[in-house]
């Protein structure tokens, strides 16, 4: 990997709590760090209550929210930007400012992924490996292994064109709801680490 290659960060995994009927009982988003050259970006910011585990994987990186540049939010649902507040002097951007194809650093760039919501954008980090934050886009390691749309989606169709989309790019993809996981073989992935 180039010096100057970005790196993606896990600062928090995704997980997903349902109910036997299939309700959602909790939802808490992936929250990765991106440094490329001198750009430091946080994708997801988690759910209202997360502040602690994301503040404390920054500090262990040796950052404070104040140093992060842009925050990408996948999508506007709480669990994915509940804790944008800590990076104050950070950038925001979403599908309401970005352009499908747009590069936000050096070797990241926006990825239009509509479905779960018609404004779901997707994150690309390009280093030795190809990184897909997918947001809901690609929630769980579970509608990759199973092939099926977000449960939560505005159209189905659409949904599956996106998901398609970012598993033709990525190697790893860190899904919006689960731990990250190769393309290659389906398994949970060390790589953000």
Avoid at 100 to 128: F, K, M, N, R, Y
Avoid at 137 to 144: C, I, M, Q, V, W
Avoid at 174 to 191: N, W
Wanted: charged content about 25%; proline content about 6%.
């Amino acid at each position: 990997m180039s010096i100057h290659a970005p790196r993606a960060m896990l600062l928090k995994p995704g997980s997903i709590l349902r109910n036997e009927e299939g309700e959602i009982l909790d939802a808490r988003s992936s929250v990765v760090l991106i440094v490329s050259g001198s750009a430091k970006l946080v994708v997801d910011t988690g759910l209202a209550g997360e502040e602690k585990v994301i503040l404390e994987n920054l500090a262990m990186r040796g950052l404070d929210p104040e140093e992060v540049d842009l925050v990408v939010n996948t999508h506007s649902h709480p669990d994915h930007c509940g804790n944008n507040y800590l990076f104050s002097r950070a950038e925001m951007l979403s599908a309401e400012n970005t352009e499908d194809g747009e590069a936000i650093a050096p070797g990241v760039w926006i990825l239009g992924t509509p479905g779960h919501t018609q404004e779901s954008i997707s994150i690309v980090c390009e280093s030795d490996k190809v990184v897909v934050m997918a947001g809901d886009a690609l929630p769980t390691r579970s509608n990759y292994l199973k092939w099926v749309p977000p449960r939560l989606h505005v159209d189905g169709e659409l949904a599956m064109k996106s998901m398609t989309m970012i598993v033709d790019l990525a190697d790893v993809v860190v899904p919006g709801h689960d731990k990250p996981f190769s393309v290659r073989d389906g398994r949970y992935s060390s790589y953000l680490d």
